[in-house]
């Protein structure tokens, strides 16, 4: 059992930048490929990008690619997301996953265990 707890969610301009954290309580995180997700008012969750377990594999969504990165930290049970260069089209609840597969999944259907989100809201 993985519990996942997102924080560092807010309301920016667009432009700027947040990181989101996504703690991990339970056995065996350092085993368990990372995804972030975001679901937006009335839209389908949809992958943002994902770190294999050892942190050295990324993958990202094209909307994504080149404003945010994912990171990890074992030693601490963390996932990051640095998000840069914000626009008003990325707010949405933010969600850390995790799944047992040994590479960064992209269907909601591969990941055991989700979080309860955070909001990011981004301004024009």
């Known amino acids: 059992q993985v519990q996942l707890v997102e924080s560092g969610g807010g309301l920016v301009q667009a432009g700027e930048s947040l990181r989101l954290s996504c703690a991990a309580s339970g056995r065996a995180f350092t085993t368990y490929s990372m995804g972030w997700w975001r679901q937006a008012p009335g839209k389908e969750r949809e992958f943002v990008g994902g770190?294999?377990?050892?942190?050295?594999?990324?993958r990202y969504a094209n909307s994504v690619k080149g404003r945010f990165t994912i990171s990890r930290d074992n030693a601490k049970n963390t996932v990051y997301l640095q998000m840069n260069s914000l626009k008003p089209e990325d707010t949405a609840v933010y969600y850390c996953?995790?799944?047992?597969?040994?590479?960064?999944?992209?269907?909601?259907?591969?990941?055991?265990?989700w979080g309860q989100g955070t909001q990011v809201t981004v301004s024009s």
């Open positions: 996953a995790a799944t047992s597969l040994g590479y960064i999944a992209t269907l909601t259907k591969d990941y055991q265990y």
């Open positions: 770190i294999t377990w050892s942190g050295i594999g990324t």
